[in-house]
Nanobody, 127 residues
Framework: QVQLVESGGGLVQAGGSLRLSCVVS????????VGWFRQAPGKEREGVAC????????EYLASVEGRFTISRDTTKNTVDLQMDNLKPEDTGSYYC????????????????????WGQGIQVTVAS
């Protein structure tokens, strides 16, 4: 079992940058894949990026590829999401989540495979 806590959200102008951080604590956090998700008002939650466990494989939502970078620091048990060239449509509540990979080597951006979730943090991009 793990716990996740997000930090780093806020208000930024379009074209700006933010760095979100997710601290993963609990039993063997390095064995979990971690994903970043977002949810805008009135929309479904979507997977933005994820990183697997030991192989450090990454997946990105097409609309953020080239602008967002997910990275993992196993010494600090953190998974960061660097967001550059932000757009108003990136606005939403951002969540990190963890899945213990047992049968797959790659992480997933599907919400239904993740067992543990953080509380979420707000990101607002002003135009």
């Amino acid at each position: 079992q793990v716990q996740l806590v997000e930090s780093g959200g806020g208000l930024v102008q379009a074209g700006g940058s933010l760095r979100l951080s997710c601290v993963v604590s609990g039993t063997n956090p390095a064995s979990y894949a971690v994903g970043w998700f977002r949810q805008a008002p009135g929309k479904e939650r979507e997977g933005v990026a994820c990183v697997s466990n030991s192989l450090n494989l990454k997946e990105y939502l097409a609309s953020v590829e080239g602008r967002f970078t997910i990275s993992r620091d196993t010494t600090k048990n953190t998974v960061d999401l660097q967001m550059d060239n932000l757009k108003p449509e990136d606005t939403g509540s951002y969540y990190c989540a963890a899945e213990q990979l047992l049968t797959r080597s790659r992480c997933s951006r599907r919400t239904d495979v993740y067992d543990y979730w953080g509380q979420g943090i707000q990101v607002t991009v002003a135009s």
